[in-house]
């Protein structure tokens, strides 16, 4: 691994990146093995097998972009005001340490 992935995040280090949540429900035999597939899938332009919701982080959820209000009502996953999708926010995001709240991402399938 380059030492620049190594020292930290992703984000912002590399061009392109995969980022996957998977909840503690779908953790099993074969995870790894069917999202390996699935990304593969994805890269080559290929159509999943069955429907899953995809989504693309376009930018940084920043503070100051974001009422109070929404900030603290906001979820995962659930599109804020703007029709953006929150990403990576909540408790234990970046919000403590950094300008941002998390990342802002739009729905691409589903």
Request: charged share 25%.
């Amino acid at each position: 691994m380059p030492e620049i992935i190594a020292q930290g995040s992703l984000i912002g280090a590399v061009p392109e990146a995969v980022s996957i949540e998977v909840s503690n429900a779908d953790l099993g035999e074969g995870i790894f093995r069917r999202l390996r597939e699935d990304i593969m899938r994805y890269a080559e332009g290929g159509t999943l097998p069955i429907a899953r919701t995809t989504y693309s982080v376009v930018d940084k959820l920043y503070k100051k972009d974001v009422s109070e209000d929404v900030a603290r009502t906001m979820q995962n996953f659930e599109p804020l005001p703007d029709g953006s999708v929150p990403v990576l926010v909540g408790e234990n995001s970046y919000k403590r340490q950094t300008d941002y709240l998390g990342f802002r991402a739009v729905r691409v399938t589903t």
